[in-house]
């Protein structure tokens, strides 16, 4: 790929020729736009000289820069949706800088002043935005995250077109662009890459961060050449505020309940503080910090299916009831964040420096009960996990205005840990006459909670195990970005930009497991137990060798199950979280070690550079285009090991170190078209490409042999990258006091993407193709790449308000957004048929073939919808907004009969604030108003998978602002 970056390198030298040829003589303008009442900053105010097509907009502080303007005397327009235009008059000087700060005042409709409600400024804001972007983006502004019941990023994002959601919890976790699975989408910070915490794969938890941190987010989802590449589904960009000139503070205090848990404790409480000091104002300062308390638990119902025979004329296989887990879960999640920003502005020259830290604490003890009639058994388990999970993010940035040229440098350096130092799980089995006549094994599984005859004095302890593991990713990123401007004469001037990136990526996983499986044995197992143990130990009625259940439950049962109907059904063992714990302090010594969890350990390091170059010009008032390549160059070296495991928990196995790298590059082409043929009417074509690295734990060198079991589990070192090509198409029709419509169609197409993979080494030749001679007839679990996916769809999406009707109608806000996605990509499956070759004495032939399945993308949902509608009025505000998320696929089975599927679902929640006075407000957030469960299945909605329910939950709360 050298070519390619002498190309880049010959094209830059060329236009920085020129740009010093036609920007000698040159002056700049720069400044502060806010609102002439409260006096925040406007972010998407459009500057621009009048009588020319120089112009920019306003940042998410309200900040703006305009380079290479022509000197003398010019005229600054200065517009924002739903406020009045400026007309400054300046005089501009070769090698000055020009300051413009200027308060806007709202705009009267038909001679009656406005009130700019705080919603409808919110909304205001993203469309000014969105429409003044260079690039294809969908915006939550500042004042629409303040104004919404979201209990996190992952929730406020996923109010854009386009967007899903995954949950846990019952909140918010990780976000699905167009389809995309959360891995395939970048998530930045004030455009700083944020590591992955995920395990596994590249994704974020987004649920991290509270939306109180944020000053906007922006989706980016026709990625301009100056952005990571790594985004095939798109980027996210969370931006943090910088101080505006006057002493603002926000205080936040609020208390909240969990209704399906009867749990009152919640809270939450924000302090925001930010002012500029010195005589100029130069050095700002932004300080916050938040703490909350939430209770996530919830009940789960688990029906599990196991196949029955295949209708030989209708190729129908029949699905039969196999077990029923009740799952009671109890987490409370306690999340602490804080951020400080500084800067200083010395008119040319900025500074600035942004860091935060998150921290989510996860406290759960999971109850479960598992109905057998097959066996027939009765298990309770018991499991107590301690989570948390750890956000550093430190960067350094610089802006500067050299001449003609606009220049901005990032340091940064970002770290996520993730520590699970407690997992540890109790199993007791009940296999004596625990069922009545009346079950039927193969029947619909939750109908055995009603034939089951639970006896927890019968109910004996068969196992235990343990596992702790921790994720540690760092990240660490320099990067740098010129622009020169260009003006060849009055209908065609813009600007080069040019940068470049270097990140480093890395990352270790660890995890260690321990068990003992065989309590029910008795002997010494039991006794060397018992004698570590200081609680109390109830035995069996009948065998003082074999442990109760009743040696771990608590006093009284009060565990309260909702099943699938609502009905209050439930848990017959109350386990006491506390003596499961002290259980695994006193065998922690002597439980065994499980090599199997050697398979999860790798590290990673990973090396990007980067470069691009990129144009934008501005061809008369109505287009501009911008073409630009993108040079991404990677050199990684991952590490892992190979290990086998021979009898019991692998303890005769061995293991080695291995190490395996790649090394590429691509050169990625760009262009973006935007025609305004009427001023209400905005058209845009965007062409770009993108790519996606694979998986973690896809393509570290891991290999587990099973002689045991007869499996291979491996990754896979050289499994490619992804690259898609992404082509979008975009129209949005504005007028003012009214809103903004806007209609788009995209279309992906996704080469290498990458997906599990089972297939079997059932002859020599396969052996040694796979490179696991000795291996003969095992089961070989890897990952592939699919050569061809195809992603593609429409959005629709309407922001509305209704100031110009008279009041009280004058108050609404309507926001509403529909997409419709569909795809295309390839599974691979292994099948096998066995059959009577020799009847005496018999012989069986077994023939495995390797199958593929045309289906759409995993985590697709092919309809998204979201509607809400807000009122204002006066100090009075309300909001009940709608989510809609269509059935999607969650896993894909060899038999198609038995693919499984999350639900579709409407979700509600609502919102209302009351101002008193300048300063203080009351407030009151619902969500999940309906009390919607979060509901799988397998084949149809006849045959339900899990019903997970997690209730209705309430806040109220007060609020301080100056």
């Not at 025609?675 to 896809?698: G, H, K, V």
Request: glycine share 8%.
């Amino acid at each position: 790929m050298q070519v390619g970056k002498d190309i880049i390198f010959g094209i830059f030298i060329g236009f920085l020729l020129l740009s010093i040829q036609v920007s000698a003589q040159t002056g700049a303008i720069s400044g502060v736009i806010k609102d002439g009442e409260d006096k925040t900053p406007l972010p998407g105010v459009n500057i621009f000289l009048e009588n020319s097509n120089l112009g920019t907009s306003t940042d998410i502080d309200g900040r703006f820069t305009l380079v290479g303007l022509p000197e003398g005397e010019q005229v600054l327009m200065i517009s924002f949706i739903s406020y009045q235009t400026e007309r400054i008059p300046v005089i501009l000087k070769a090698g000055e800088v020009y300051t413009v700060d200027v308060d806007l005042e709202v705009e009267a409709v038909q001679g009656v002043e406005v009130i700019v409600t705080a919603q409808a400024q919110g909304q205001a804001q993203a469309i000014s935005q969105q429409l003044n972007s260079d690039a294809l983006v969908n915006i939550v502004s500042a004042d629409r995250i303040q104004e919404l019941p979201d209990v996190n990023a992952a929730e406020a994002i996923a109010r854009l077109p386009g967007i899903g959601i995954d949950r846990s919890g019952g909140e918010g976790q990780k976000v699905v662009i167009r389809g995309m699975q959360p891995k395939f989408a970048a998530i930045t910070l004030n455009g700083v890459s944020l590591p992955s915490n995920s395990s596994t794969d590249r994704s974020v938890d987004l649920s991290l961060i509270s939306p109180e941190l944020l000053d906007g987010i922006e989706v980016y989802k026709a990625p301009l050449p100056y952005m990571d590449a790594e985004a095939i589904g798109g980027t996210v960009n969370l931006k943090l505020r910088k101080a505006a000139e006057e002493f603002k503070m926000t205080a936040k205090l609020l208390g909240g309940a969990n209704f399906l848990n009867s749990d009152y404790g919640d809270y939450k409480g924000v302090l925001q503080m930010s002012k500029r000091l010195l005589a100029k104002k130069q050095l700002g300062f932004v300080i916050q910090g938040g703490v909350e308390r939430f209770n996530r638990g919830g009940d789960i119902q688990t029906n599990n299916w196991r196949r029955g025979p295949t209708d030989a004329e209708t190729g129908i296989t029949s699905i039969f009831g196999n077990s029923l887990r009740l799952e009671d879960r109890q987490e409370i999640r306690r999340r602490y964040n804080t951020s400080i920003s500084l800067d200083y502005d010395l008119e040319k020259h900025d500074f600035s420096f942004f860091g935060i830290y998150s921290r989510t604490e996860r406290d759960r003890f999971v109850m479960e009960e598992r109905f057998l009639p097959s066996e027939p058994g009765i298990e309770y388990w018991g499991r107590g996990i301690d989570n948390q999970l750890d956000l550093y993010s430190l960067s350094f940035t610089g802006e500067h205005i050299l001449g003609p040229l606009k220049v901005d440098w990032t340091v940064s350096s970002s770290e996520t840990r993730g520590e699970t130092p407690y997992d540890f799980s109790m199993r007791f089995v009940n296999n004596s006459q625990v069922f009545d006549a009346s079950v039927d094994p193969n029947g619909q599984p939750s109908t055995f909670f009603s034939s089951a005859k639970p006896e927890l004095s019968r109910s004996l302890l068969r196992s235990n195990s343990f596992q702790a593991s921790s994720t540690n990713e760092k990240t660490n990123t320099a990067l740098v970005n010129i622009q020169l401007p260009i003006r060849i004469n009055d209908w065609l001037q813009g600007y080069l930009q040019v940068g470049g990136k270097y990140k480093t990526i890395d990352r270790t996983r660890s995890l260690t497991r321990q068990a003992e499986d065989f309590y029910y044995l008795g002997g010494g197992i039991v006794n060397d137990a018992v004698a570590r143990y200081d609680g109390p130990i109830t035995f069996l009625p009948d065998n003082n060798q074999l442990i109760s259940i009743l040696s771990f439950t608590a006093e009284e049962n009060d565990i309260e199950f909702e099943n699938e109907t609502g009905g209050n059904i439930g848990l017959s063992a109350d386990l006491d979280p506390d003596r499961v714990r002290d259980w695994y302090e006193a065998q922690r010594s002597i439980l065994n070690t499980d090599r199997s969890a050697l398979l999860e350990n790798y590290s990673v390091e990973e090396q990007v550079s980067a470069g691009y170059i990129m144009m934008k010009l501005n061809v008369g008032k109505k287009i501009t285009v911008i073409p630009g390549v993108r040079y991404e160059a990677s050199n990684n070296v991952y590490s892992g090991g190979v290990s086998t495991l021979n009898g019991w928990y692998g303890v005769n196995g061995t293991f080695n170190k291995t190490t395996s790298e790649q090394v590429y590059d691509e050169l990625l082409p760009h262009l973006h078209i935007k025609y305004e043929p009427l001023p209400w009417l905005d058209i845009r074509w965007s062409s770009a490409q993108t790519l996606a690295r694979p998986d973690f734990l896809y393509v570290t060198p891991r290999t587990e042999i099973d002689d045991n079991q007869t499996r291979i589990t491996t990754g896979n070192p050289d499994l490619s990258y992804a690259k898609a090509t992404n082509y979008d198409l975009s129209f949005a029709a504005y007028k003012g006091g009214w809103g903004l419509f806007s209609a788009g169609v995209f279309y992906k197409e996704v080469d290498n993407i990458f997906y599990p993979w089972t297939t079997n080494l059932f002859d020599q030749e396969t052996a040694d193709a796979f490179g696991f001679p000795d291996n003969r007839g095992y089961e070989l679990s890897s990952y592939i790449n699919s050569p061809e996916s195809r992603v593609y769809g429409y959005e629709l999406e309407l922001q509305a308000n209704l100031m110009f009707l008279p009041k009280p109608f004058s108050g609404i806000v309507l926001n509403a957004n529909y997409a419709r996605l569909y795809s295309e990509t390839e599974v691979f499956f292994l099948t096998s048929e066995t059959r009577l070759i020799v009847p005496v004495p018999p012989i069986f032939e077994t023939t495995f073939t390797n199958t593929s399945r045309a289906v759409n993308m995993p985590s697709q949902s092919p309809h998204i919808l979201r509607l809400s509608i807000g009122y204002d009025v006066k100090g009075f505000s309300a909001r009940v907004s709608g989510a809609y998320q269509g059935e999607k696929v969650q896993n894909y089975s060899v038999n198609k009969d038995f693919d499984t599927f999350t639900a579709d679902f409407w979700r509600w929640d609502a919102s209302c604030k009351q101002r008193f006075g300048d300063h203080w407000s009351v407030f009151l957030n619902l969500n999940n108003l309906t009390n919607q469960q979060d509901i799988s299945f397998t084949r149809t909605e006849a045959f339900l998978n899990t019903i997970e329910n997690y209730g209705f939950t309430g806040s109220i709360g007060v609020q301080y602002k100056i």
